[in-house]
């Protein structure tokens, strides 16, 4: 059985994803390692070639373009909840920053009035 390049993929767990897609559908699959860089200490030293065989190349990629149609989905779902935490979070820091410019006025008014009492202008009546 002769297999067949079906692709390239950066790392061990786009691997390892692209590989339980297709074991799924019942697809052999072989994973070879494939040191690209010569230098033994870059971040990225190895890829990874997903190998099928070549009579079920079709049905292969055809799986692949599902899974990262599923993953895109997943993802895009996943941005639209983050993206309503960071709106939320915003209003949130604009309300904080509210309350912190109330306060600054605030404790710059008791200063200035406290600081009148200890120098005479300001003469508080005792009963």
């Given at each position: 059985?002769?297999?067949?390049?079906?692709?390239?993929?950066?790392?061990?767990?786009?691997?390892?994803?692209?590989?339980e897609a297709l074991v799924d559908r019942h697809i052999e699959?072989?994973?070879?390692?494939?040191?690209?860089?010569?230098?033994?200490?870059?971040?990225?030293?190895?890829?990874?070639?997903?190998?099928?065989?070549?009579?079920?190349?079709?049905?292969?990629?055809?799986?692949?373009?599902?899974?990262?149609?599923?993953?895109?989905?997943?993802?895009?779902?996943?941005?639209?909840?983050?993206?309503?935490?960071?709106?939320?979070?915003?209003?949130?820091?604009?309300?904080?920053?509210?309350?912190?410019?109330?306060?600054?006025?605030?404790?710059?008014?008791?200063?200035?009035?406290?600081g009148s009492i200890f120098s005479g202008l300001v003469r508080?009546?005792?009963?």
């Open positions: 059985m002769t297999f067949v390049l079906l692709a390239k993929v950066p790392d061990r767990g786009a691997a390892e994803v692209a590989e699959v072989e994973l070879r390692r494939v040191s690209s860089v010569p230098y033994f200490a870059t971040v990225s030293h190895e890829s990874y070639e997903i190998r099928v065989p070549e009579q079920d190349l079709q049905k292969a990629q055809e799986v692949l373009r599902l899974v990262e149609h599923q993953s895109e989905e997943a993802l895009s779902q996943q941005a639209a909840v983050a993206g309503d935490g960071v709106e939320n979070a915003k209003v949130r820091r604009g309300d904080a920053r509210r309350h912190l410019w109330f306060l600054l006025v605030l404790l710059t008014f008791a200063v200035l009035f406290v508080l009546r005792s009963f």
